[in-house]
């Protein structure tokens, strides 16, 4: 069982920013990709941001240049930093990570609870 847990959402005007952290927990034996995705209102969940365990990332484009994703694999945490944030970022930001449990012979997908990121005009 592999627990996420989000944590730095909130509210923000445009041109600000915020840093969303997810920290992954439980039986964990490797975590191979970490990364961010987000759902606005009346629209799909998108990729914004992943990064493997070896440190290759890759952005979606409306964020690149502005967003910046990293990890501590030591402390098998993700962060995803957000810069001149903008009224369409707005959106439930979800943690995901492609993770190996301890026991397991095949890697899953764990998802966290999802954090609320609001940029206002």
């Known amino acids: 069982q592999v627990q996420l847990v989000e944590s730095g959402g909130g509210l923000v005007q445009a041109g600000g920013s915020l840093r969303l952290s997810c920290a992954a927990s439980?039986?964990?034996?490797?975590?191979?990709?970490m990364g961010w995705y987000r759902q606005a209102p009346g629209k799909q969940r998108e990729l914004v941001a992943v990064?493997?365990?070896?440190?290759?990332?890759n952005y979606a484009d409306s964020v690149k240049g502005r967003f910046t994703i990293s990890r501590d694999n030591a402390k098998n945490t993700v962060y995803l930093q957000m810069n001149s944030l903008k009224p369409e970022d707005t959106a439930v930001y979800y943690c995901?990570?492609?993770?190996?449990?301890?026991?397991?012979?095949?890697?899953?997908?764990?998802w966290g609870q999802g954090t609320q990121v609001t940029v206002s005009s």
């Open positions: 439980g039986s964990i034996f490797s975590i191979n990709a």
């Open positions: 990064v493997t365990n070896s440190g290759s990332t």
């Open positions: 995901y990570a492609h993770v190996l449990s301890k026991g397991s012979s095949w890697s899953e997908d764990s």
